[in-house]
């Protein structure tokens, strides 16, 4: 009987948001905030290697204006808002999924075209750079750490902390608020 669903058959809309609310419940004990550090540490060297090989990524002065306010939006949307639906919502737990690989590889594959549908729809002014394939490539390395994370812990909030950290990271210093 599956974990998630004690009295029997659920239908899918169900599951996902029982995903969703465990992955937001959860938090993760200190061998999960080890782990999720450890993905964070080589995912965040993978995206920095590639942002600063290709040209993406260049070192800035700290762009600290609206510095309060954009940790928060931030936090809010990208992080929050990307994580609760491409990992809370399409990461199995571990309960459901001994061998999320599939899955992982098809949020991440949606995470990325998600950027795309984004740049046309939302933030026209940013087609340019989302559209760059270095940057789908970050965004692809950045996703997949956070969906692993997500599925190890069983928790979403060390996934939004990464890609918090990652896009102020890249908002503040290596000129993402300019690009």
């Not at 260049?58 to 204006?65: D, G, V």
């Not at 639906?85 to 061998?99: H, M, N, Q, T, W």
């Not at 692993?148 to 990464?162: D, E, N, Y």
Request: proline share 6%; net charge positive; charged share 10%.
């Amino acid at each position: 009987m599956d974990k998630l669903s004690p009295v029997g058959r659920v239908s899918p809309p169900q599951r996902l948001y029982a995903r969703l609310i465990s992955s937001l419940t959860t938090w993760p004990d200190a061998a999960g905030w080890g782990f999720s550090a450890a993905v964070g540490v080589a995912a965040l060297a993978a995206v920095w290697g590639l942002g600063f090989s290709s040209g993406l990524y260049a070192l800035h002065a700290a762009n600290l204006n609206g510095m309060p306010i954009r940790l928060l939006t931030v936090l809010v949307a990208p992080a929050f808002g990307e994580e609760a639906v491409f990992r809370g919502l399409l990461i199995p737990s571990r309960s459901e999924a001994d061998r999320p690989a599939l899955q992982i590889i098809v949020a991440t594959t949606v995470f990325i075209a998600w950027h795309l549908v984004e740049a046309k729809l939302i933030l026209p002014q940013a087609a340019t750079l989302f559209e760059r394939p270095d940057f789908l490539a970050c965004a692809g390395l950045v996703g997949f750490g956070c969906a692993v994370i997500r599925w190890r812990t069983g928790s979403l909030w060390p996934a939004v902390a990464l890609h918090w950290l990652m896009v102020t990271i890249w908002q503040t210093w290596l000129g993402g608020i300019t690009l």
